[in-house]
């Protein structure tokens, strides 16, 4: 009984808190109602997106960046509004809201976009007609969608726009630049494919970029870009023999033989010894370019060990050891090489010319014998010979090997030139007029040619035949004053002076201070009674040689004879200056001013004969008629003294 009454009296208290409880739990709940429907500051708190399977969380004004073809859902719109009452998407040209319900390609949502382009799309988070928040949606390609694309376009031009097009939008994907090369190497843009790896390479060093950029520099070609491209291979991979073996090889044929060398000097030092023999060689060649005449024979030497049965190799070292002066170790490498290659004619040609140079004229003779021997015909061969009769002056000799070698060259110019000269040292020249006229059929404007056939003529009494090589010589050299004699005699013998003079005024052209050619004209001039223009002749002669008495005298008395008085006094007043003694010119100059003195006298002119009698008397008082001439005259000119 009593712990009954005890259980009753305590339930009566616990009630009243449970009330109070729930007053309060419903105050709470009106109030966060409240808070949920009337907020005054809406606001977002994310947006939870699925792209490929995967959910990401954007907090507004974040960017997503998604492919046109990569499906989209936006799985959650936070806000921290009551179940996001009077919350929207709003987008400008397309239905955003579709992502709210389904995975869905902005490919579908933009049907009429290029989705090859890049656009920036912002969706907006409206709380009825106030933007709570955004997100901004970058829409571009994603490198699959490039490569995929242009894979499926057949047109060259076309593909290689939208790759290089992927290529500024996407600059640092190695897929596209991948591609990008390949479609330049397809299309033989090799200098774009090489612009291009070289960005690539420059990026890092990678040996099978390099490797493709090689074949690249190879097929433009790029000599430089070659040579650039080993280098950098064999920096990453010194033990590459291949591309170390590549690189000489091209310095060699670029005349790069340092750089050459070094590579060689590299690359034998990693080799293994079996496989050295071509590069001792090919060092041996370079070092003698080189002139490191030393370490050519070095190598050479190397090789030889390797190889007995070159007979290069001992050609080689018997020039090299001639160059040092070692004759003997030269003469025992070239019979070395010899006696391997026993039917090699160039060979034994090239050591016969090397010991015609060295003087040894038997020996070489023995190897020139051996190469007729088996082809008569060899013109180099009696070339060969020819220099051992030349140097050994034998003219009957070489008169024979030119005969053979002109009857295996009919048309061979230098043979008939040189048998013409023999012919005519040697004093044959019916025969070298033979050789020389067929030469000058072809070589008309030779000088040397026809100056010998010149001599020829002359010597053969051939003088017709003289005389046209002459006047083709003075047209070949107009200065040379040795023709001119020749032609002057020739023509004068045929009295011929027309074209004499005609031949000697176009001499005076080329020179104009040629006395004999004056001297010609005078007597050319005198012999067609053209005394006047003889005259000039002498008065050029004389402005030249202004001493000679002589042509004065002859000047004087041609003077005289075309009654030039005047003139002819003036002459030997000249030469009586220059010689005063002269007694030919003081007669002939007194006998003149006598016939002046008498004309001047008959024509009345009494004042200038009286001048001309008183010079007489000054030349010559004893001079009776003069004397009595003068008194005479002085006592008309003056009759009151």
Do not use: C
Not at 293 to 307: P, R, S, V
């Amino acid at each position: 009984m009593v712990q009954q009454k005890v259980r009753k009296r305590r339930s009566k208290r616990k009630a009243p808190w449970i009330v109070g409880l729930l007053f309060v739990a419903f105050l709470g709940a009106a109030w966060w109602l409240w808070n949920g429907i009337y907020n005054v500051s809406p606001r977002l708190d994310y947006l939870l997106i699925e792209k490929n399977e995967r959910q990401l969380k954007f907090l507004s004004g974040e960017t997503l960046h998604v492919s046109p073809h990569e499906p989209v859902k936006i799985l959650k719109v936070a806000t921290n509004i009551f179940f996001n009452r009077g919350v929207r998407l709003s987008a400008i040209g397309f239905d955003v809201n579709a992502l709210l319900y389904e995975r869905v390609t902005f490919a579908r949502l933009l049907p009429e976009r290029d989705i090859f382009k890049q656009y920036r799309i912002r969706v907006a988070v409206m709380h009825y007609d106030i933007e709570i928040g955004h997100l901004d949606i970058v829409l571009e390609p994603q490198v699959e969608d490039w490569l995929d694309k242009a894979n499926k376009i057949i047109d060259d031009g076309r593909r290689l726009n939208l790759l290089e097009k992927a290529l500024t939008l996407a600059p640092n994907d190695m897929r596209i630049k991948d591609r990008l090369v390949q479609e330049y190497r397809h299309q033989k843009k090799w200098k774009k494919a090489a612009s291009l790896l070289e960005e690539i390479v420059s990026e890092g060093p990678d040996q099978q970029v390099l490797y493709d950029l090689l074949k690249i520099y190879e097929a433009m070609p790029d000599r430089e870009g070659v040579v650039s491209t080993l280098k950098r291979i064999i920096k990453l991979n010194p033990d590459d023999l291949e591309m170390r073996l590549k690189l000489a090889s091209i310095l060699e044929s670029s005349g790069r033989i340092t750089g050459a060398i070094g590579e060689y000097e590299e690359l034998v030092k990693r080799m293994a010894m079996e496989d050295r023999l071509p590069v001792y060689k090919t060092l041996g060649y370079l070092y003698t370019e080189v002139g490191q005449i030393k370490k050519a024979i070095e190598n050479y030497l190397k090789a030889l060990e390797m190889d007995k049965n070159d007979p290069n190799l001992y050609y080689n070292l018997s020039y090299l050891y001639e160059k040092t002066g070692r004759r003997e170790r030269a003469d025992f490498f070239l019979a070395k090489a010899v006696s391997i290659k026993s039917d090699d004619l160039e060979s034994r040609l090239k050591l016969a010319e090397r010991l015609i140079q060295k003087g040894r004229y038997r020996d070489a003779e023995k190897y020139i014998s051996q190469v007729l021997k088996r082809n008569p015909n060899s013109v180099e061969a009696l070339l060969l010979r020819l220099k051992i009769t030349e140097r050994r002056k034998d003219k009957k000799a070489q008169k024979k090997v030119y005969k053979k070698i002109l009857a295996l060259d009919p048309k061979n110019d230098t043979v008939i030139y040189n048998l013409g000269v023999l012919e005519y040292e040697t004093g044959n020249l019916e025969a070298s007029r033979g050789y020389l006229e067929k030469f000058a059929k072809t070589h008309p404007k030779d000088y040397g040619t026809r100056a010998f056939l010149f001599d020829i003529y002359k010597r053969l009494k051939k003088d017709d035949l003289a005389y046209k090589e002459a006047r083709q010589l003075i047209r070949l050299r107009p200065k040379d004053p040795g023709l001119y004699g020749f032609v002057f005699d020739y023509l004068s013998s045929r009295n011929n002076h027309k074209e004499l003079i005609d031949v000697m005024q176009r001499g005076l052209r080329s020179n104009p201070k040629s006395i004999p050619l004056m001297e010609y004209l005078i007597v050319s001039f005198l012999k067609t009674g053209r005394e006047d223009l003889a005259i000039e002749q002498m008065k050029k002669i004389l402005a030249l040689r202004p001493k000679d008495t002589d042509l004065m005298l002859k000047m004087a008395r041609l003077q005289e004879k075309k009654d030039r008085i005047d003139d002819a006094i003036g002459t030997y007043e000249k030469i009586l200056s220059l010689s005063h003694s002269h007694k030919v010119a003081k007669s002939e100059y007194l006998r003149l001013l006598g016939l002046l003195a008498e004309r001047q006298e008959k024509e009345g002119n009494y004042k200038e004969a009286l001048k001309t009698y008183q010079k007489i008397l000054e030349i010559s008082p004893g001079n009776e008629k003069a004397g009595e001439a003068y008194l005479r005259l002085r006592l008309k000119v003056i009759p009151g003294d």
